[in-house]
């Protein structure tokens, strides 16, 4: 049975005063713990043995003899054997008497099942766990469907690869590292089969996920990543906020970019089709004229979020676009939560959060913010589901 929104929130009766900050040990946890000291909230980081350095070691916080923050941002690191281990039921307690708000991210959805995210795990969470699912291409309600609901552009869906008539995407899984892609691109039901079968070849994809995955238009146009904030707190027409926009850097395609044509030409056949593995963010800010359009569509989200999954979206929040030549943004991707690449403004802050909050403004901070804002104004089950 899903968990209602009020048991979860009846559960901040019981917590101390002063809550912790948690997050998924991957991700944006350094942009998370790096927000919540900002704003003086304790930090933790949920590991995993074998992945825990960064948090264990290299940003642990270090404090002087009088207990002041010398160095580093994890306050706290707890190392589990795997991420999932955090729902069991006595890590659930732990969490629970340690005061801990989990901040969601994709390795929380990634390697926590979203059935426990959504049934079991009696901890609040400080956005909109109701959501965490629509990431999922494969479910039959999901970003997608939100985006046409809100009137949002979406790529052309292609039906099959035999209607393939333009250059279109496959969007599936890796054969092998499941969290990872196995997209492809193709502008014919001809170079459909030859890659695909060349693919699964190599090992890269798998026939089964071909049945399911999705075709759609590849929109020629550069990619921008809109980190978004929505607050539940403020008045609506103040309520939603652009704090910044990131761009990825994938493997193998940004490497090939790099390369003349006829450097591309001479590579042997199965390092032509390019992986898109993320590996790294980039910043970026937007033509300013686009902007009114940007916050359009951040709107309308907001609003069919609202709409649907009731209360919506809560806090950051991502909207992955192709801009066209008009400068149109295409959506192909969405992250209702924190996104990926908002470790590009942390500890700096993002362009457009500093300008809006008139000081260094990152995603992380911008969420401990709002708890802060929250307790302060006795709303703070307003923002947990
Ligand atoms: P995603 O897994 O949806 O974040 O997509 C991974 C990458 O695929 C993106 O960063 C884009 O470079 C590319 N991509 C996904 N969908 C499209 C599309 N419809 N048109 C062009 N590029 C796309």
């Known amino acids: 049975m899903v968990l209602s929104?009020?048991?979860?929130?009846?559960?901040?009766?019981?917590?101390?005063?002063?809550?912790?900050?948690?997050?998924?040990?991957?991700?944006?946890?350094?942009?998370?713990?790096?927000?919540?000291?900002?704003?003086?909230?304790?930090?933790?980081?949920?590991?995993?043995?074998?992945?825990?350095?960064?948090?264990?070691?290299?940003?642990?916080?270090i404090r002087s003899p009088g207990g002041l923050r010398r160095r580093g941002c994890v306050d706290e690191i707890w190392t589990l054997p795997k991420f999932a281990d955090l729902a069991?039921?006595?890590?659930?307690?732990?969490?629970?008497?340690?005061?801990?708000?989990l901040v969601p991210n994709r390795a929380l959805s990634s390697y926590v099942p979203l059935a426990t995210i959504e049934d079991e795990l009696r901890v609040p969470i400080v956005g909109a766990r109701a959501m965490l699912?629509?990431?999922?291409?494969?479910?039959?309600?999901?970003?997608?469907?939100?985006?046409?609901?809100?009137?949002?552009r979406i790529p052309r869906r292609i039906s099959s690869p035999d209607a393939i008539d333009s250059l279109a995407i496959v969007k599936l899984p890796h054969a092998k590292r499941r969290l990872e892609r196995g997209f492809f691109t193709a502008?014919?039901?001809?170079?459909?089969?030859?890659?695909?079968?060349?693919?699964?070849?190599?090992?890269?994809?798998?026939?089964?996920?071909?049945?399911?995955a999705r075709i759609e238009e590849y929109v020629i146009g550069p990619v921008f990543n809109f980190n978004f904030f929505f607050s539940p707190l403020h008045p609506r027409p103040e309520g939603l906020e652009l704090l910044g926009v990131d761009e990825r850097r994938e493997s193998s395609l940004d490497g090939l970019v790099?390369?003349?044509?006829?450097?591309?030409?001479?590579?042997?056949?199965?390092?032509?089709?390019?992986?898109?593995?993320?590996?790294?963010?980039?910043?970026?800010?937007?033509?300013?004229?686009?902007l009114e359009e940007v916050f359009r569509i951040g709107e309308q989200f907001v609003d069919a979020a609202r709409a649907r999954y009731p209360p919506g979206i809560l806090g950051p929040f991502c909207l992955q676009t192709c801009l066209d030549r008009d400068g149109r943004p295409t959506v192909f991707d969405v992250a209702a939560r924190i996104g990926g690449g908002t470790n590009v403004h942390l500890g700096l802050g993002h362009p457009y959060g500093n300008a809006l909050w008139r000081g260094p403004m990152s995603t992380g901070r911008r969420i401990a913010l709002e708890v802060r804002h929250a307790i302060d104004t006795g709303r703070l089950k307003e923002i947990l589901t």
Request: aromatic share 6%; hydrophobic share 35%; charged share 30%.
């Open 88 to 101: 069991t039921p006595a890590n659930q307690e732990r969490l629970r008497r340690h005061g801990a708000l």
């Open 5 to 61: 929104v009020s048991e979860v929130r009846a559960l901040v009766d019981e917590y101390p005063r002063t809550p912790v900050l948690a997050t998924i040990g991957s991700h944006s946890a350094l942009d998370v713990a790096d927000g919540a000291v900002t704003e003086s909230f304790p930090s933790l980081v949920i590991a995993e043995e074998g992945r825990d350095a960064t948090y264990a070691r290299y940003f642990r916080t």
């Open 258 to 290: 790099r390369l003349p044509a006829a450097q591309q030409l001479e590579l042997p056949e199965a390092s032509r089709i390019p992986d898109y593995t993320v590996v790294g963010h980039g910043t970026l800010t937007v033509r300013e004229s686009i």
């Open 187 to 212: 502008a014919s039901p001809r170079e459909y089969r030859r890659k695909s079968d060349q693919l699964i070849a190599q090992g890269t994809i798998a026939k089964d996920d071909l049945a399911t």
């Open 133 to 152: 699912r629509i990431e999922e291409r494969s479910e039959r309600a999901n970003y997608y469907t939100l985006l046409e609901e809100a009137g949002i």
